[in-house]
């Protein structure tokens, strides 16, 4: 019986990883995206286009947030001099 647990949380841990990854709002905004589409299209709108632009907006959120910032800072924390300033 162990063995069948093992097996479900690894499955489970396995698709939480590969659908959540490094971000989780990315995530969530295509379920989101998804979701207001299953509704609009209940409506009885073609909201066919609402994921794509939900992804490719979601997307370059997230790069943004994960670049370096413009004037240098490459993102790595500043390590102290071994120097004190003279």
């Known amino acids: 019986m162990k063995l069948i647990w093992s ?5 489970g841990r396995f698709w939480y990883r590969f659908i959540v990854g490094d971000d989780w709002t990315v995530a969530a ?4 995206g998804l979701v207001a589409t299953a509704f609009l299209n209940g409506r ?6 609402l994921v794509p632009i939900v992804v490719v907006v979601t997307v370059g959120v997230s790069l ?3 670049s370096p910032r413009a004037g240098g800072h490459d993102g790595r924390r500043k390590e102290p001099s071994p120097h004190p300033a003279a």
């Open 7 to 11: 097996w479900i949380v690894a499955f």
């Open 29 to 32: 905004a295509v379920a989101a």
């Open 44 to 49: 009885g709108v073609a909201a066919w286009w």
């Open 64 to 66: 943004r947030r994960a």
